[in-house]
């Protein structure tokens, strides 16, 4: 064989032994060439993935890889799935599965969740099983709720007694515990958050007249649960210490209490 130009460009194809360099074949297109049979068919496209219902991911039948369901993306919102996968099983482990589903998002009273099995058409006894079992082993605690609660929406938005009892009882929780949860927070704590509420709220009235500031002032303390009494005098208190006159608010009345 000659040998080649040291200098020269390699040739361009694929050298054997037997027939030395064999050039490269022209491609006819910008894609590369199929490398399958002609005889042989397109491989089909897959069947999209079955949808599992929730009891099926809680749940699996016996024998079932867990593996295998533990992908599938959570309901969004608060509430359980409004379609019909609650149907397969037997009623305990619909109930089951609806109460964890909701309690995974965040507690709920045990009446709460009551009304939710009531709306998805579990039977009261199996319903009243599975709560009485979630109340046995804590993962219903209405009197832990309640304390939670006050403590939360007492901190976080000043609410007073009377509208913390309001939401709880609305809530479905049982009035001795509400009066044990809200007890916690007494008058001197109770007046406080008012004028808390009130000192933040203060500059953003300044632009109205004294009779608007105190009606403002007072009717926002009003619709968080403060009696018209103790909000009138926190935010005459508030207004005198600014060395403004609150006016006279003859005919004011208690807005609602806020949710």
């Not at 890889?65 to 305990?92: I, L, N, Q």
């Not at 938005?157 to 916690?184: C, N």
């Amino acid at each position: 064989m000659r040998p080649s130009d040291p200098g020269a460009d390699p040739p361009s194809g694929v050298f054997s032994y037997d027939a030395g360099w064999k050039p490269a074949e022209e491609p006819t297109s910008g894609r590369r060439p199929a490398s399958r049979p002609a005889d042989r068919p397109l491989a089909r496209e897959r069947p999209p993935a079955a949808r599992l219902s929730d009891e099926e991911t809680l749940f699996p039948p016996p024998g079932e890889d867990r593996r295998r369901v533990a992908g599938r993306p959570r309901a969004s919102g608060g509430e359980a799935p409004g379609h019909p996968e609650d149907a397969p099983g037997d009623p305990e482990s619909v109930a089951r599965a609806i109460c964890l589903r909701l309690l995974t998002v965040q507690p709920r009273t045990r009446a709460e969740l009551a009304a939710a099995l009531v709306k998805r058409g579990v039977p009261d006894d199996a319903a009243g099983t599975v709560l009485s079992r979630f109340t046995e082993v804590g993962l219903i605690d209405d009197r832990a709720f309640a304390a939670a609660w006050v403590d939360s929406r007492h901190a976080g938005r000043g609410l007073s007694r009377r509208a913390l009892a309001s939401e709880l009882r609305r809530r479905g929780v049982d009035g001795e515990i509400v009066g044990e949860a809200v007890a916690v927070v007494d008058a001197e704590a109770e007046e406080r958050a008012a004028r808390q509420l009130v000192a933040r709220r203060l500059a953003s009235t300044r632009r109205l007249d004294q009779p608007a500031r105190v009606r403002r002032l007072a009717g926002m303390l009003a619709r968080k649960g403060y009696p018209g009494g103790v909000a009138l005098r926190v935010v005459r208190e508030a207004l005198a210490g600014e060395g403004a006159d609150p006016g006279d608010l003859d005919g004011w009345e208690d807005p609602p209490a806020e949710d």
